[in-house]
């Protein structure tokens, strides 16, 4: 029986599987596909961020690989919004529909107050990124975003998971300016300003918005979850009956 497709991209924490984990039952009715952004692996180094191969990569997991379609609905969450929405704008006959949770798209929103004051709160930090430890810039990053305190990285992986987070390009520099003609639902945590800006920009050019509990993570929540499944099968369902 074929299944549409759906990708999962996820931001600068956890990847893969790991990244969505109220959504791993989405197999079921779905070809379920949970990236991995360029850099992102569990045992090899990481490496610098890059929004064109991010995109790239979601192109690639669009394509007809012998399922008997191309194209699929996209999952994104956060800096993974990027890329998500940067490949619908390249290929938006393979994009069916784009879910972008926390989007951090900044670029499209450089101009609004929000964006603009976290911006110049996170710049001087980026600035000297190369210069700085792994968990120096974890640290200092996680105190300006979360105005909490991380315990000091212990493990392999939580040690790679902080060269990560230091390798992220700004994403604010992110190459994105257009917002792409697809059907688009934008989740937000309705915690902080910044993402509810995004989504307010995105809701004026046609984009639904959706709140739902869970901070920076609403896809965990029962409420969001039914968020994603709800709007993926509402498109699903448009697009049958306007081929039928």
Known sequence: MFKQRVVFVHGAGPFGAAAWPRQHGMALAYDALFLRRHGFDAFAEPLESS????????????ADDGRGGAGGHVVAHAQGAIAAMMAAVQRPDLVFSLTLVEPACLSLTAELPATSAHVALMRPLFEVRHQLADEDFQREFVRRMFATDLLEPATPEEKRSARRLRLQAPSWEAPLHIVPGVPTMVLTGGWEPLYEEIAGYLQETGARHRVAAG?????????????????IAEVSRSASVRAS
């Open 51 to 62: 929004f064109s191969e991010d995109a790239a990569i979601i192109v690639r997991s669009l």
């Open 215 to 231: 901070g920076h993570r609403p896809q965990d929540s029962v409420e969001g979850d039914r968020a994603i499944r709800s709007f």
